[in-house]
């Protein structure tokens, strides 16, 4: 999924793996080009898609036949959702709710207003523990310096603890407009509540992280049963490993860059999410950035994936033999 960075022999290795056991025609890449693992993983994931669907016809022949079928597990399917996306004419109905204060999110929200988002919603985490935005002390402040920076958009300060269930009615309320989250907090109370918000209306919401002692940063959309791509990035991994080992001597450039770097990597995301609105999908829905070794790693919003169970159109309760040897092999690749 990464774009940046040395390809090591263990991805290599589990490449081949996977090129030799679906039987593919494909070519491992050369050893620095990222850009061809991401393409070969790509196909890798198509044949795999593609043997499913043999297998559920497989299936169906054996059953038209009157063949004795066993019955067979159900195979997860890739599941894409922000490969389809809407596209609206302008921003005059974007609403984005933004959960979590901290450096990045306060530049985020400044960008948003600057490309024409129509209204945002603004709420403290349950948890806040965010680092000092050097900016404001609250929401409230933000607000009023967004709002005389652009009258034409609303900026409203939702009151709400989200961390406290009890507050979950409230704050469903005061987010009703939203279409889209963005949620700058690390506690798990704090993600329930959006996350649960979300999932019920149906809308995306990015996660954000900041992790300022190995200078890097990192953003992705969810939906329902869309995977996190960055406990699998191969490319941020090692990197981040490397600030923790040498954390000492980059402690100077790390703090001298934070601020700034912190900005660059909200207009990157301001304007992810606005091309997102506009129903481009061929942008980060996955970025991490790291500010001192100057590495990204990214997958594109319409690459995100999770896997969902076998499709009500198809029957994969039961297989003939000849299918069975197949999907067993199938299901411990994908």
């Not at 019920?200 to 995977?227: E, M, N, R």
């Amino acid at each position: 999924m990464a774009n940046s960075g040395t390809v090591d022999e263990v991805t290599r290795g589990i490449i081949e793996i996977h090129r030799v056991t679906l039987g593919a025609s494909i070519d491992l890449p050369s050893e620095d080009d990222n850009e061809s693992i991401k393409g070969t993983l790509f196909q890798l994931d198509q044949r795999a898609f593609l043997m499913n669907e043999s297998i559920a016809n497989m299936a169906e022949d054996g059953k038209a036949a009157g063949e004795t079928v066993l019955p067979l597990s159900p195979i997860p399917q890739p599941h894409r959702p922000f490969r389809y996306l809407e596209a609206h004419a302008d921003a005059s109905e974007l609403c984005i709710a933004i959960v979590g204060r901290n450096v990045v999110s306060v530049a985020v929200a400044s960008c948003l207003v600057r490309c024409g988002a129509s209204t945002l919603l603004l709420c403290e985490s349950g948890t806040q523990g965010s680092p000092d935005t050097g900016v404001a002390r609250n929401w409230n402040e933000v607000a009023e310096m967004l709002q005389k920076a652009s009258p034409a958009s609303s900026v409203t300060v939702v009151d709400v603890d989200p961390s406290k269930k009890e507050n979950r009615a409230a704050f469903v309320q005061g987010m009703e407009r939203a279409n889209l989250f963005i949620l700058d907090a690390d506690a798990d109370c704090d993600k329930a509540a959006v996350s649960e918000v979300c999932l019920a209306k149906g809308i995306p919401w990015v996660l954000t992280k900041i992790d300022q002692t190995t200078a890097s940063f990192w953003y992705q959309y969810f939906l329902k049963d869309v995977d996190a791509v960055q406990v699998t990035d191969v490319v941020a991994a090692p990197i981040i490993q490397h600030m923790k080992d040498v954390k000492e001597p980059l402690a100077a450039a790390i703090e001298a860059t934070f601020i700034s770097s912190s900005s660059t990597f909200a207009a990157m995301l301001a304007h992810s999410i606005m091309k997102y609105w506009f129903g481009i999908s061929d942008v980060h829905g996955y970025l991490w950035y790291n500010t001192v070794c100057n590495k990204f790693s990214s997958a594109s919003l319409a690459d995100l994936q999770g896997y969902i169970q076998q499709s009500a159109t198809l029957d994969f309760e039961y297989a003939p033999d000849s299918a069975r040897s197949m999907a067993s092999n199938l299901s411990e690749i994908i």
